[in-house]
């Protein structure tokens, strides 16, 4: 028998080669999850708050918060990394409340993530979303691949199981959203679907202070 020039073992081996690869392709790609969905997240998570709690939103005429000193917040993203909104650092900021479950913040939610991908608020302006009121037994769960689904390029802090942040700003109903001054104070609280029109004036009045 004769032997096999070298340039043909080599071809044998790349053709091998390309063969294993397409097996572990096939292999990986059997998988329930895709690779880029491994990322482990984080529904809800411990909170801090400091400061004085505000009272319960009633609604926005007469509004007993407004004024008042915001309390700062501090927790974690879905995927784990620390997130702090604390007031009076020199950036105003609007905090915008959301449940997955919640039909007002379904429809609400879509609109601002795409207002959020072509426009950018105000300089000086931070905008923080809260996922709060999570449960894995209600519609929309997990609140992680709602937003990332949306398409919402802002922070997002995860609320705890006893909602500390939503307390901690008043929340009474959803979607609900918190303009905070560049002085730490609260310039307004609305709650209720808002609106893109309704979203920008929340903005620029946040930039006011």
Same mark, same amino acid.
């Given at each position: =028998? ?11 081996? %790349? ?22 969905? =491994?990322?482990?997240?984080?529904? *809800?998570? %411990?909170?801090?708050?400091? +400061? ?29 990394? !620390?997130?702090?909104?604390?007031? +009076? ?5 609007? /905090?915008? @409340?959301?449940?997955h ?6 429809? $609400? ?6 207002? =959020?991908? @072509?426009?950018?608020?105000? &300089?000086? *302006?931070?905008? *923080?979303a ?7 037994? %209600? ?9 990332? $689904?949306?398409?919402?390029?802002? &922070?997002? /802090?995860?609320?705890?199981?006893? =909602? ?6 008043? /929340? ?8 905070? +001054?560049?002085d730490?104070? *609260? ?5 209720? $679907? ?5 979203w !920008?004036?929340? /903005?620029e009045?946040?930039?006011? +202070?």
């Amino acid at each position: =028998m004769s032997a096999v020039p070298a340039k043909n073992k080599n071809l044998l081996f %790349a053709i091998a080669g390309v063969v294993v690869l397409a097996l572990m392709v096939v292999w990986f790609s059997g998988s329930d999850e895709p690779v880029g969905e =491994m990322v482990p997240t984080v529904e *809800v998570a %411990a909170v801090q708050v400091t +400061g004085v709690p505000l009272p319960s939103f009633v609604n926005e005429l007469g509004d007993v918060a407004v004024g008042m000193e915001a309390p700062g917040v501090s927790g974690v993203s879905f995927t784990g990394e !620390e997130i702090s909104v604390q007031a +009076g650092e020199g950036s105003a900021y609007v /905090l915008g @409340f959301f449940a997955h479950w919640c039909p007002h913040c379904q429809r $609400e939610l879509p609109g601002l993530s795409e207002w =959020m991908m @072509f426009n950018d608020p105000p &300089d000086g *302006v931070e905008v *923080v979303a809260v996922s709060t009121a999570v449960n894995d037994g %209600a519609p929309n769960y997990p609140p992680s691949a709602w937003f990332r $689904e949306v398409g919402w390029t802002a &922070d997002v /802090l995860v609320d705890s199981e006893a =909602m500390g942040v939503a307390d901690a700003f008043g /929340l009474s109903s959803y979607p609900f959203f918190v303009l905070v +001054g560049a002085d730490g104070k *609260v310039v307004a609280r609305v709650s209720g $679907e808002i609106g893109i029109p309704v979203w !920008e004036r929340l /903005l620029e009045a946040a930039a006011r +202070g």
